[in-house]
Each structure stands twice: as C-alpha cells, then as structure tokens.
C-alpha cells in the first residue's frame, strides 16, 4: 500500500485541536445564529481574571481587541468605513460612535480631543458611568483621521453604537372575539412564589429601561426620561407596547382588571427610561439610560434600586460598553441589574448580551407546565458557565397593554387581547423579556424584605431559592442555571442567615460535572471549567480541595478568592482521571470557607469506567 502523504499533517492537525479544546474548556455546536457570522475564536477563551481590573484594560467583545494589537476602531466602524465611496463627502450621513478613552482621562479632557479632532460632530453624552463620549460624526472624518487617533494615548477604543432588539414571541393564532378573561388565570405570580406574602416591593424603585411606558392606570410611575436621541425629551409613551407589557409584569397592581393580572411586586415604584422605539434600542442610548436610572436622585437621577432590561443583541461576551456601564452602576450605586437571556435557543452559546455581563442576573424562560421554553437561550457566555442564571415564567405572560402601540395593533387585529372597561386593556406576550420582569419583580421584594441587601447577596438568595425544573437532570444548568424562582424559598433562605445578612457566598456551578463538559468517564479525560464565586460582602475565601482521590487530580488555578467589596470573581478548576484509575464512582466536595466556616460546596461525580473496545487508527492504505 502507498503511504498518504497527507497523513503526518492531518495527525499533526489533530493533535494540535484537541490540545486547544483542553485549553479553552468547550467544544463546538452547531446553532443557527451563531453560524450566521464568524466568531473570531482568539477571544474564545474560559479566562481566570480580575473583573475590577480586567474590565476596562483588555475589552473582551466582538472587535474588542487591545490597544496597540489592530485598529483603534471596532469590527462595526472598520466594516463600515470599507464601503465608503472612495471620495469624501462631507453630505454623508453621521454615524453615531462611542470613544472609550483611557480611566484617567477627564471629561474635559475628552471634549478637548474631540473638538481637536473633528469638525463635523454632535456631543450626544460626556458620560460619568464609563470614561466614554457618545456622538455623531461623519464617517469620512473618522477615516481620514485613523492614524491620528491610533497616536493618541488618552483613547482606547472606538465603538459604534450597535441596535439592541426587545425579545418577544407573538402568537399567531386568530381569535373570532377578545379573549375571555375567566379562562385565562394568573398562573406567574403563584409559580414563583410571590402570592399572599407579606411584602410587595413597597418602597422600591425599579427601572424599565425599555421602548417606554403608557401611562396605564394599573402603572405606579413615579419618573420618566427619554433618551432616543433626536426625540423630544417629553416624549416618554410607548409606541412599541413592549415597555408597558415589561413593565405590568414587574409590578403592575392589576387596577385595570379587577386585580386579576397584577404583577409580582404591586407595590414598587416605576421609572420609564425610554431607550428605543421601533427600531430598537441603541447602545449608546442605553448607556445614558443606566446611567440615570441608577444615579441618586440628589445627583439628578432617577434612585433606582434594581434596572430591568428585556432587550439584548450580539454574542455572549462578559465586557462590552454597556456592560461595563453596567459594572461601575452596580460597584458605585449598589444596583441590582436584570436581562433577558434572549429568544435564541435552543442551543449552547445562544446567549447574548448585556445578560452575559458579570454583573447581570440573566433570566430564561419557562411556560406554566414548568418546561423550558423552546425558544430561552442557553449559556454559557465565552469566558464562564454561570448563564443563565435562572429561569422564570416567560410564555403567555398576560401584562399591560399600550394603547394604539404596534404591538397592541397587531394583537388586537388577531383578538389576542383581554378587554376591560376604560383605558386599561391587557394583552399575552411570550419571551424571554416576560421572564426578566419575573424576576425583577422578585428582587424588589426581596429588598424590602432586606432594604441593604447588596446585588451579589440578591443574586445568592435567587439561586439558593431556586428549584430544577422537573424534565431536567442537574447537569443541564447551561439551559436553567439554578432552576425556577422562588420569592418564598429565596426570603426563607435569607432569614436563616445571621444578622449580618450580607456575609454570604456562592460557587456556581455547585455540581459538576455539566453538560456538554461532561466528558470525564475514562482514563485520560480532563477537563476545565471557570466556576463563579459570588460574595456578597468584604471577605477573603479559600477553596478546600480533598487530598488523595484515588485516579483523580482536582486542582484550581488559585485556591484563594479575596474580595475587598461585595462581588464576583472566577476561578479555573481541572478535573483530570489519571491513567491509573480504577473504575467506579468517586463523589467528591469542595468546600468554600472563610474563618473556619463553610459557606458553600461544590459537589463532583464522576462515574469512572475502562474503555470497552479499543479504535485503531490506520495511516497506510
């Protein structure tokens, strides 16, 4: 037989993929979105970092690439920029950008770079939440100034401002008359835990960052904002429906239909950041948004307590403007932030942002036989396994409607809509943005149960609260994360900490392994996986490993977690089965201590067995 030549490169090639998969921690799926446009996999990375610090000095995000390495300007602006007709045209359309510059540089000193720079251009915002500039400049003037701006030190990245959508499902079916309320009960509220409690958000201020809100009588709206921008600031309705609808869910009172579909936490107070209209939400515009929602009123914000976000786009990456707006709200203002998971599944690595940031508890969804909905997007996110967090109800979610909305049109010329008397009609929507309400609703109970509870001490309360849904086994928590909310469960499990509520932690994933990293059975296998540590307080961790696991090595990359401040941090754990295993099952714990207590563990199975048949393979034929 002739020897094939191709052979030694196609062992070498080989080699080299298996060897990268160890290293990155996942393999590669097939999905429909992720499919549409190349995924550059240099970033593809379960990372071990920093967040406080890696954040702002090494963006990680599509086209998010350090300083110094390629172009100073995104993927979005460097694609654009290539389709320009190769001769200026100071008529050309602006495009709205995001200049990130360095954490030292000043707002003054910002707008000194960009009047030096440009001619053409319109300030939008000087932020405080991130060192960045939103405006509008002329393509060609960001083209033929590349090479200065590559020059100048002060600025860091050169983003352009990306369109969010909003992810609801509409029914298609076509009704003869308006639906009757009598067959359509309230099933969310009691499968979450949230009926007859003694607390309904009274006192605490969410904020619907969305495409606006109606000013629906069941609606307890306390400050309104629009920042769409080239839109009258007044203009605070709602001509989508989905911020209305997003809205009822987190706490309207149900006035409108007899309390019938009154939302999870009637009590809260309502703040309308208008943020996008028809054409979606931009990333720029969000960011204002954020950032007066989360500001105290006394610094001319809005004082929200928790930020509700059913809108997201692009690719599960942990930093991104928007989510780091989202991190400096969260450390300087003590917010608690809310988002949609997203419409994309089902399928691993569907997720999307901002609900892939570090400091978001993302949401799926589940219909009212307590499945995960079809549509709910699974993690993880490219740098870690915790997404979604959790799961709430997301499929027929009967909430305020926003009357003469596009929504509202399109529902009403189907039948799909409750008819009430007076202005105060309700509608059913599906999606991932029914569920994050869900939960936002959730969480202001929550804190008025525990008004200084940090956002990481919220977030341990809703997993520890949660239960699996009952079709899944517990290694698919890249579909569910900790399982359905439960109000009850999370208040109970709050009550049984000490005074000091807040010094509480969590490792997630706490079983392992997890589907599709599943792969540990035989001698040889190893894999990676970069678990969540969440503190809700100043404390410094360790992580207890077991010594001595007959066939098996468990090592972290670093068996000490410090936290100056409430937050989130990641540590790498290896599982490898070394070659002289013997078969059965080892169950090993891990433990999480602080000063000689044990505050969380991480429970590990492994089902260890010989190879059955032996694969040959065959290089000569």
Known sequence: MRKSRNAPLLFFIMIISIQLISVLGFGVFENKDLTKNP????????????????IFSNDIGTGSIPKNKESVFDDSISNLLKTLPKFSNNNQKRIKIILLFEESTSKAKRLEIVS?????????????????????????????????????????????????????????SLQLNALDNNLYLNWWVEAVGAENLTYDGSGVRVAVVDTGIYNHPGLNIVANQNFVFNESDTNYNDDVGHGTHVAGIVGGDGSGSQGLYKGIAPGVSIINARAGNNSG????????????????????GAGANIISMSFGGGYPYISDVITQAISNATKT??????????????????????????DVISVGAIDKEDNLASFSSWGPTFQYLGYPDV??????????????????????????????????????????????PVVSGALAILKEAYPYLTPETARIALLEGARKIPSQTEDDTLKSGAGI???????????????????????????????????????????????????GKSKIYDLEVPNNIQGVSIKFNNLTI???????????????????????????QINLTAEAQIYDVIDITLDIRLPEHRILMESFH
């Open 333 to 358: 203002y003590n917010v608690i932030f809310v988002a949609s998971a997203g419409n994309s599944g089902p399928g691993f690595f569907t997720g999307s942002t901002p609900a892939s940031g570090i």
């Open 39 to 54: 995924i550059n996999i240099s970033n593809m990375e379960f990372l071990s970092f920093n967040p406080s610090k890696d």
């Open 116 to 172: 030096s720079l440009f001619e053409n251009y319109n300030i939008i915002n000087n932020y405080d939440l991130i060192p960045g500039t939103y405006m509008e400049v002329n393509p060609y003037e960001l083209l033929s100034k590349e090479s200065i701006l590559e020059e100048i030190n002060d600025i860091k990245r050169i983003y352009k401002s990306k369109i969010l959508e909003s992810p609801f499902i509409l029914e298609d």
């Open 485 to 535: 909310i439960n109000v009850s469960a999370s208040l109970i499990y709050l009550n049984s900490l000490s005074a000091d509520y807040n010094d509480t932690a969590k490792l997630f994933p706490d079983i392992l392994p997890v589907k599709p990293y599943d792969l540990l059975h035989f001698p040889g296998d190893h894999q990676k996986f970069n678990l969540t540590v969440i503190s």
């Open 562 to 588: 410090g936290f100056s401040d409430s937050g989130v941090e990641f540590r790498e754990l290896e599982i490898k089965i070394k070659d002289d295993a013997i078969p059965g099952t080892r169950n090993i």
């Open 391 to 436: 799961v709430a109800p997301g499929v027929n979610i009967i909430s305020a409607e926003a009357k003469d909305s596009t929504i509202s049109k399109e529902e009403r010329y189907i039948g799909n809509y409750f008819d009430f008397s007076g202005d105060a009609d309700y509608i059913p929507l599906s999606g991932t943005s029914m569920a994050a």
């Open 281 to 300: 939400l931009l990333e720029g515009d969000i960011i204002s948004a954020i950032q007066w929602s989360s500001k105290p009123v006394n610094l001319g």
